[in-house]
């Protein structure tokens, strides 16, 4: 995990998610911060075992750091923004272009429901980005705009 450790101290990296924090210092709804993406890097591991996809470690949480940093720049269409600030990143971290590859097509399908059911990397990833909210203890539930059956009102396992 020593490349996923060097995002984490990533100069750009981190003033991404400083952004990211400060525009969201007010905001009722899920924020995008790094509770959110380690939540969605561990619950894709465990869907990548459990659906015996094996995708490697260091592709899902490399994915999960870097999927929603594109907000520093824009709340709407952030996805492909996300790709094109994450790919310098990777490349900084030691990532090879393969392997970027595969991470910003994750990345770039996370709001895709078209993949929501895939038995692949960006399937998984798609449902462990909206597995990993707590919508069923959330005060701004009823304001949401996510469709009342998207949002998790039980417990999903
Ligand atoms: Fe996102
Ligand atoms: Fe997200």
Known sequence: MERVNKILNNKKYLSYMKAIDHMEKNRVFCRHNIEHCLAAARIALLLSYEENLDVPKELIYAAALLHDIGRAEAEKDHREISGELAEDILTDCG???????????????????????????????????????????????????????????????
Request: hydrophobic fraction near 30%.
């Open 95 to 157: 990532f090879n272009k393969d392997e970027i590859c595969e991470i910003k097509y994750a990345i770039a399908c996370h709001g895709d429901d078209t993949t929501a059911k895939e038995n692949s990397f960006r399937g998984i990833f798609y449902r462990a980005d909206k597995l990993s909210r707590n919508c069923f203890m959330c005060s701004a539930k009823g304001e949401c705009y996510w469709a009342e059956d998207k949002k998790n009102s039980y417990l999903k396992v």
